[in-house]
């Protein structure tokens, strides 16, 4: 029996009609009647994961007097996995996702998708902010951070959500190319100013401060 970390019992039985035998790694018998014997070996549980076995049946022939029968049973590590949901994004746009699985290279993933590696361990997911028709859409939860053993598919979800708003202002009254003064400022040190009718979007939730001067043009003045 090969494959199995150092203390850990494989499942198998050596079996005919007349003989039952459990074997939980290599060994050698020299006391097992002639015959007909059906070898059969179970996965294994550890604490790194799940363990298969190949083949899971050998059949041998015991013969008396002869050479020994022999058979190998293998065991090895299942891949583990990683079953990403991804939702909220526009139709037609890639989701900035980064995913890390444990011993290998990042991976970009646009979109739903189910990932697997050879490595037991942590997987680690980066979702960031993305941007679309004027308006920015952020990750919940940005950062995904599971353990996942040989075998096991974690199953995570990431929601893209609008996180921002739009503001129009709409400058009315002054003659045809003669620009107007207004100054929008709010969250987080925002500030913009304005001439025309204007439509300002990806702006983060929160009081915004529009504020209108007056204009002079040809001796007159036009108030706000």
Same mark, same amino acid.
């Given at each position: ?61 015991? $013969?008396?007097?002869? &050479? +020994? ?5 293998? =065991? *090895? /590590?299942? !891949?583990? #996995? @990683? %079953? ?40 680690? $997911?980066?979702?960031? &902010? +993305? ?5 920015? =859409? *952020? /990750?919940? !939860?940005? #950062? @995904? %951070? ?44 925002? &500030? ?33």
């Amino acid at each position: 029996m090969t494959g199995l970390p150092a203390g850990v019992n494989a499942d198998i039985t050596v079996a005919n009609a007349a003989f039952s035998r459990a074997a939980t790694g290599t060994v050698r018998w020299v006391d097992v009647p002639a015959g007909e014997y059906t070898i059969t070996a179970r996965p294994v549980r550890t604490a790194d994961g799940s363990y298969a076995v190949a083949p899971p049946t050998v059949s041998v022939t015991v $013969v008396s007097g002869s &050479t +020994l029968a022999t058979a190998t049973i293998t =065991y *090895a /590590p299942l !891949p583990s #996995a @990683i %079953d990403l949901a991804i939702t909220g994004v526009p139709a037609g746009v890639d989701a900035p996702v980064t995913v890390s699985p444990p011993g290998g290279s990042d991976v970009a993933v646009n979109a739903s998708r189910l990932l697997s590696t050879a490595n037991t361990g942590r997987w680690k $997911v980066a979702a960031g &902010t +993305l941007r679309s028709g004027g308006a920015r =859409y *952020a /990750p919940s !939860p940005a #950062a @995904i %951070d599971t353990l996942v053993l040989y075998g096991d598919t974690a199953r995570v979800a990431v929601r893209y959500d609008v996180s921002t708003g739009a503001l129009a202002v709409a400058l009315t009254g002054l003659p045809a190319g003669l620009a107007g003064a207004v100054q929008v400022s709010g969250p987080d040190g925002f &500030t913009r100013a304005l001439t025309a009718t204007s439509t300002l979007t990806e702006l983060t939730p929160g009081a915004y401060r529009v504020i209108a001067t007056a204009v002079v043009a040809g001796g007159i003045t036009y108030r706000p």
